[in-house]
């Protein structure tokens, strides 16, 4: 079957850094987004990784290690508008449009 | 250039009636999918056109279906609705490419309630 875990919530103070885990088991790989998504509005994307390492984009990073099946967001110097859901999603092998999304980890930014 | 583009924004439907949503993708965009965003499964696909073409279809029963249209506009349909259909229905749309990073562009969802 295919399979992707991430924590349901998780808080974090303003200007400090925050670390979101993703672990997948899917029918082949093809790739890893990162998408946020605000309460009420649609998921927006933040990174895609498809080779092992680190890709950086900003305040956000994102890192992914395929022979473990796990990926993390990283998020740096956090403000209050980083209050958001992140969504770990992996294509597999099953169609590149076909993203299994995990549930999603909701992040709250507090003052 | 305008975003992806979903009606209606919100709908009520009773057990057993049918609902029609649409989607307007991106300018260029050739491939649009769907998906179902309810609290306890997160975002859940359910199928994806390219070219007027159903390409990839996920776990759901027949009472789903979808549509594309020569401009590759989208519809889909849920007809005999239940309880459980209740969620919001998110599109999609992309290049539609067969290898790389196909981001999708997500619009703001239909939000349907079955009473």
């Known amino acids: 079957g295919q399979n992707i875990d991430q924590p349901t919530e998780m808080t974090a103070t303003e200007g400090a850094i925050v670390q979101i885990n993703c672990t997948y088991q899917t029918s082949g790989f093809n790739g890893l987004f990162w998408y946020q998504q605000h309460a009420g509005e649609a998921p927006t994307f933040l990174s895609y990784n498809v080779l092992d390492g680190l890709e950086e984009k900003g305040r956000f990073s994102s890192f992914l290690s395929r022979s473990k099946g796990y990926s993390y967001l990283l998020l740096k110097e956090l403000q209050m508008k980083d209050s958001a859901s992140y969504l770990c999603?992996?294509?597999?092998?099953?169609?590149?449009?076909?993203?299994?999304f995990g549930t999603g980890t909701r992040l709250l930014v507090s003052p | 250039k305008a975003g992806v583009t979903q009606t209606p924004r919100y709908l009520i439907k009773t057990r057993g009636q049918q609902v029609t949503l649409s989607c307007s993708p991106i300018?260029?965009?050739?491939?649009v999918s769907w998906y179902q965003q309810t609290p306890g499964q997160g975002l859940q696909f359910l199928f994806e056109y390219f070219s007027e073409t159903q390409r990839n279809k996920g776990n759901f029963p027949g009472r789903f279906s979808g549509r594309q249209f020569s401009n590759s506009r989208s519809e889909m349909n849920v007809s005999t609705l239940e309880l459980g259909d209740s969620a919001l229905y998110l599109c999609?749309?992309?290049?539609?490419?067969?290898?790389?990073?196909?981001?999708?562009?997500f619009g703001a969802g239909s939000r349907l309630t079955v009473l």
């Open positions: 300018s260029g965009h050739r491939s």
């Open positions: 999603a992996v294509s597999s092998n099953t169609g590149f449009q076909k993203l299994v």
């Open positions: 999609a749309s992309s290049l539609g490419q067969s290898s790389g990073a196909n981001v999708l562009t």
